[in-house]
């Protein structure tokens, strides 16, 4: 079964910084666009980042864009989020998941708390 595992999340001040891990298994991970949402509390889930196969192109959310890079090592079937110069609403839990607008598997998310 494809298993996809987030790691990096954590307590932050605002104006620091993350680096979101997710690895995965059980599937042809460079075969695949991969991203990165996000839900926080009362809030839907909104896509942050996403990247083609290859990782040529990559999408970012409005809110994020200059302060998040997504990434991808397809020798090690991970995909990465870097997180810089958070703000106290980028509070969530962060989760990858196979494909972008349309995904299929997901992972159990890592919770991402930027406050002071």
């Known amino acids: 079964q494809v298993q996809l595992v987030e790691s990096g999340g954590g307590l932050v001040q605002p104006g620091g910084s993350l680096r979101l891990s997710c690895e995965t298994s059980r599937f042809i991970f460079s075969s695949y666009a991969m991203s990165w949402y996000r839900q926080a509390p009362g809030k839907e889930r909104e896509l942050v980042a996403g990247?083609?196969?290859?990782?040529?192109?990559?999408t970012y959310a409005d809110s994020v864009k200059g302060r998040f890079t997504i990434s991808r090592d397809n020798a090690k079937n991970t995909v990465y989020l870097q997180l810089n110069n958070l703000k106290p609403e980028d509070t969530a839990v962060y989760y990858c998941?196979?494909?972008?607008?349309?995904?299929?598997?997901r992972g159990q998310g890592t919770q991402v708390t930027v406050s002071s």
């Open positions: 998941v196979r494909g972008i607008r349309n995904y299929d598997y």
């Open positions: 990247i083609t196969a290859t990782g040529a192109v990559t």
